[in-house]
T-cell receptor, first 116, second 115 residues
Framework: AQSVTQLDSQVPVFEEAPVELRCNYS??????LFWYVQYPNQGLQLLLK??????LVESINGFEAEFNKSQTSFHLRKPSVHISDTAEYFC??????????????FGTGTRLLVSP | NAGVTQTPKFQVLKTGQSMTLQCAQD?????MSWYRQDPGMGLRLIHY???????DQGEVPNGYNVSRSTTEDFPLRLLSAAPSQTSVYFC??????????????FGEGSRLTVL
């Protein structure tokens, strides 16, 4: 069965510092990978995704993630965080199923706490 | 732009009571799904639908029923609530075969407490 591991339940960091949120998945076949963000009292929003092609993917607000097949990882990074990045971040994986419903398997989430 | 709307936002039930969580989307998305979010467990898929009249079970379907009579609505029914169903429930929609894989649009959630 697919699984996603987010080892860090909480990551405290100071504003303008770099951050890395780790994500590892279990699979030996092709996968789609996602990062979703959940701001306080809101639903999840798609932050970025890897479907194919370039292994480095970027979001519009400065986050990036790199697909590493040999390490089965999809770590999320930002070189300089802002207070507004405080949120919970979920990594998710699915197996390509053509045009059918993609069942996402979510990790347990990492709470990013940015302080001044 | 309403997107995905869930009601109610908060609900307290007694064990054995029934209730329905409502979910509506105005984006004409074909796919809709329900998840529950529990501390330390991430999101787990309860039920999903690929179109009106078509539903299927997810990872944790027991204790929940769904139906999809229209494209817009996908209610989740708890027939006899149990304390183990205390959770935050999220409804999500996605475009369907013509959309980007895995791109879900979530509602703001419904927090349910079963006493």
């Amino acid at each position: 069965a697919q699984s996603v591991t987010q080892l860090d339940s909480q990551v405290p960091v100071f504003e303008e510092a770099p951050v890395e949120l780790r994500c590892n998945y279990s699979s030996s076949v092709s996968v789609y990978l996602f990062w979703y963000v959940q701001y306080p009292n809101q639903g999840l929003q798609l932050l970025l995704k890897y479907l194919s092609g370039s292994t480095l993917v970027e979001s519009i607000n400065g986050f990036e993630a790199e697909f590493n097949k040999s390490q089965t990882s999809f770590h999320l990074r930002k070189p300089s965080v802002h207070i507004s990045d405080t949120a919970e971040y979920f990594c998710a994986v699915s197996y390509p199923r053509g045009t059918g419903f993609q069942k996402l398997v979510f990790g347990t989430g990492t709470r990013l706490l940015v302080s001044p | 732009n309403a997107g995905v709307t869930q009601t109610p936002k908060f609900q307290v039930l007694k064990t054995g009571q029934s209730m329905t969580l409502q979910c509506a989307q105005d984006m004409n998305h074909e796919y809709m799904s329900w998840y529950r979010q529990d501390p330390g467990m991430g999101l787990r898929l309860i039920h999903y639908s690929v179109g009106a009249g078509i539903t299927d079970q997810g990872e944790v379907p027991n204790g929940y029923n769904v139906s999809r009579s229209t494209t817009e609505d996908f209610p989740l029914r708890l027939l006899s609530a149990a304390p183990s169903q205390t959770s935050v429930y999220f409804c999500a929609s996605s475009r369907g075969p013509s959309g980007r894989p895995g791109e879900l649009f979530f509602g703001e959630g419904s927090r349910l407490t079963v006493l």
